[in-house]
């Protein structure tokens, strides 16, 4: 069935329900970046009545009205997703700001909007009254719009480009990359071994680096000597049943270590227990450590050779950089 109509042929068509005594509710909207807020509202204003027409604004007015990078979605896609509605029974797409003349000429017998709206400022509210309509604003407890979502994402970019320029005019902390780099490829050169641990999506992102050295990275096929003391599930449960937290790491290190191996810590607070001592035991016992970490670095500082920080505390900024952080070094040793 098709949905969508001009002006005149929907006026027919609403004229022609109104006589079979079907009741007529209209809500009207961008719809831009669709959402539960918007699903929400469409099927229950469908409740109201017997037919639901939807007015959906034109490309060109969603710009003058939301800005110019808006809408995210064009008319066409922004049609079809509520034509996939079982709840829209008609469609009109308005070019004006408001669809005052829509509901001048289809005078619907409901109107209705979102809570965002109170019926002293619903556009066309004063002639569905006066024809003996009912206007309804209503709430679903749903806190969300297009707007916001696409606010969040685009400061979600801001901040991880702004991090970024903070990290390229960082020259100590390009440094310090390039030094890891060196101290990496030293290691191996010796014939020593690099063991590499973290917790939780720090673990994750150390399980990744030893994945990268050991196997394959920008075809290079080269296996250099990488150990994770955070992927084995068996033993990893077992030391925390049998020594305490702090001991984890160490245990392991105490095992396999020899003098002149590279530990690598991968913390996104730098506060974790088990990575300061672990730290703690390399740096007493003759082994050379690198340290992944945020903007605080007083407790793992004093124990580690290199210490690489992401100048923010938010953890997902921290470990999206860690990440390049290990590619760009990982480059640096195995296709250098």
């Known amino acids: 069935m098709n949905k969508i109509y001009k002006l005149k042929e929907l006026k027919k068509i609403v004229n022609n329900l109104k006589k079979q005594g079907k009741r007529i509710v209209f809500t009207n909207g961008c719809f831009d970046v669709f959402h539960l807020g918007h699903l929400t509202l469409l099927n229950e204003c469908k409740k109201y009545g017997d037919i639901l027409v939807v007015g959906l604004n034109s490309d060109a007015s969603v710009k003058r009205l939301k800005g110019e990078d808006r809408p995210v979605n064009c008319e066409a896609y922004r049609v079809k997703f509520l034509e996939l509605l079982d709840c829209v029974d008609y469609i009109i797409v308005f070019e004006e700001d408001t669809p005052l003349n829509l509901i001048r000429e289809l005078m619907p017998d409901i109107l209705i909007k979102g809570k965002n709206y109170n019926e002293e400022n619903v556009v066309g509210a004063d002639i569905v009254k006066a024809n003996g309509g009912e206007i309804y604003c209503l709430d679903f407890g749903i806190e969300i719009s297009s707007t916001k979502i696409i606010d969040r994402t685009l400061n979600a970019f801001d901040q991880r480009k702004k991090l970024n320029e903070k990290i390229r ?94 530990l690598i810590c991968f913390t996104t607070s730098g506060k974790s227990s088990n990575i300061v001592s672990v730290l703690k035991y390399a740096n007493n016992n003759h082994l050379n450590s690198i340290t992944f970490c945020g903007n605080y670095l007083d407790d793992v500082l004093p124990y580690t050779n290199i210490c690489i920080s992401v100048p923010t505390s938010k953890t997902e900024l921290i470990q999206e950089a860690h990440l390049s952080y290990i590619h760009i070094i990982v480059s640096g040793v195995k296709c250098e």
């Open 169 to 262: 005019e960082d020259n100590y902390l390009n440094e310090q990359i390039k030094n890891a780099t060196e101290l990496i490829k030293t290691s191996i050169n010796k014939n020593k071994k690099i063991f590499v641990c973290g917790n939780g999506g720090s673990a994750a992102q150390a399980n990744h680096f030893m994945a990268e050295l050991v196997g394959s990275f920008n075809k290079n096929k080269k296996a250099l000597p990488c150990i994770s003391l955070c992927s084995d599930s068996t033993l990893l449960t077992a030391l925390t049943n049998d020594f305490k937290h702090e001991e984890l790491f160490v245990q392991q290190l105490k095992a396999l270590k020899q003098d002149g191996d590279l």
